[in-house]
């Protein structure tokens, strides 16, 4: 069954959280276990559906954030909180560290740059690599790789856990969520704000704007907006599992003033990714892939690892990043309107998350004050989907494995559609269990899952029918 939205509460929360991506789940938790009265509001049936579903899942040490910036300051605050707190929640982490590999005298007369900005941002352990380490290191790049910086804290997570974890530990310190809440419109009120939704009214003192790509749009509902939001579509190509042994390291390029370029890594997952493409358009929902893109970005990713040749491309997706006029993000209390922006956060939004929502609170506590936390966090592990860590089918009473291309279980799949925060879309039953990602994109297990979802889940299996 499709969670149903709000009834109409005259009772104010403390703080509404609209947008359910990344960030505004690890904005809603932040406030829970800070002791508020909160709710996270989403227009979609399911979390993740926007920005946050598409995007490389590297955890960055913010090496290469412009310093003094904000995105510099929330992105190595959410590293260290995310390394502080991922085993608490069964979260994955795979340290591979990354390379920025220059392939041109020019590319390698900046890389001293690169490693002074990285000690600036903190990150010290940061420095130069010669070709003759870059081969033992990297065996299988191409031949002409010159010269490389070495970022070993960069790592690979799981990009869909972490949120849920957020969102499951928000809901267990008493916040609520609401989903297939579109917000239309909103009054002010002497206590805050009476949020008009398809759903009914939600009464909160304070709103918090974390809504991604239509985050002008509910900006407007407190002021015009002084941002516009553009989104940057990024496609990547996945390729086969059997690729994920060519690189051990993430291979990032030497970045441009416009964009930090095509990447190849692995994934948590065991695939091997490249990506993303950097292209701006006004849609904020159409997140295509084109033939000729996906060409390119393979061309690049066989330029850089000439043995990805010899294996398939399973896959292919699109994100799109929030992009907006301004480099740095727009995150800013409104005293006088109740109301906190956090806006145009882009491809370090994972990672930064959870630094953005301890500065989110601390914008709270400043200007509207402080809640009376709990004597006791409760954590919310969840399922590990990382291939390199024990799973599900690995168990000795584990339940018959429904899609073979990822090994998932029918006890994972049925598990989904429980628990306080129930899988409500096709998108989030893959992004939850994998199913029906591997090489076959579904062909086989299709029938299955959807028996397994019949009567859970109705309009899911009404919508695949």
Not at 125 to 142: C, I, S, Y
Not at 203 to 215: T, Y
Request: net charge neutral; charged share 20%; with cysteine.
């Amino acid at each position: 069954m499709t969670p149903a939205g709000p009834r109409s509460d005259p009772r104010p929360l403390d703080v509404a959280v609209i947008g359910a991506g990344v960030v505004g789940c690890a904005v809603f938790r932040e406030f829970a276990i800070a002791g508020a009265r909160c709710a996270l509001i989403e227009r979609d049936a399911d979390l993740l559906a926007g920005a946050s579903k598409g995007n490389s899942a590297i955890l960055h040490t913010g090496f290469d954030a412009t310093p003094g910036t904000l995105e510099a300051r929330c992105v190595g605050d959410g590293y260290r909180r995310y390394r502080e707190i991922h085993a608490k929640l069964n979260l994955p982490v795979l340290d591979t560290g990354a390379v920025v590999v220059a392939w041109t005298a020019q590319e390698e007369a900046a890389l001293p740059a690169i490693v002074a900005r990285a000690h600036e941002n903190g990150v010290r352990d940061v420095r130069l690599m010669g070709a003759a380490e870059l081969r033992v290191r990297e065996p299988r790049l191409a031949a002409d790789a010159r010269a490389a910086v070495l970022v070993p804290g960069e790592a690979i997570i799981d990009p869909w856990s972490a949120p849920l974890a957020y969102a499951l530990q928000g809901l267990a310190h008493g916040g609520t969520v609401h989903r297939n809440t579109l917000v239309k419109g909103g009054t002010r009120t002497p206590e805050g704000w009476k949020l008009a939704t398809d759903a009914g009214v939600i009464h909160a003192r304070v709103v918090v704007n974390c809504a991604g790509n239509f985050g002008d749009h509910v900006e407007a509902i407190a002021r015009p907006s002084p941002f516009r939001i553009r989104p940057r579509k990024g496609q990547f190509v996945v390729f086969d599992k059997s690729a994920s042994a060519i690189a051990s390291s993430i291979v990032l390029p030497v970045p441009t003033e416009r964009t930090k370029g095509v990447v190849v890594c692995r994934t948590i997952f065991g695939n091997l990714i490249v990506g993303p493409t950097a292209e701006d358009q006004d849609d904020r929902t159409a997140a295509t892939v084109d033939q000729a893109a996906l060409r390119a970005l393979i061309d690049t990713g066989t330029r850089i690892l000439p043995a990805l040749a010899d294996h398939p491309v399973t896959a292919t997706y699109a994100g799109l990043r929030p992009a907006t006029e301004h480099k740095d993000y727009q995150i800013e209390a409104l005293p006088s309107a109740n109301w906190i922006t956090v806006a145009g956060i882009r491809s370090t939004g994972l990672t930064g998350s959870l630094g953005i929502a301890a500065h989110v609170r601390d914008l709270h506590e400043e200007h509207f004050g402080r809640f009376d936390p709990p004597a006791t966090i409760i954590w919310t592990p969840v399922d590990n989907l990382a291939e390199h860590r024990p799973r599900g089918h690995m168990a000795c009473d584990r339940s018959r494995i429904v899609c073979h291309c990822e090994l998932v279980t029918e006890r994972e799949i049925a598990a989904a559609f429980e628990g306080p925060l129930p899988v409500a879309s096709l998108g989030g039953l893959k992004r939850r269990t994998r199913c029906m990602m591997g090489r076959c994109q579904g062909f086989y297990c299709t029938r299955r899952v959807m028996e397994i979802a019949s009567g859970r889940c109705g309009d899911l299996v009404e919508h695949i029918a």
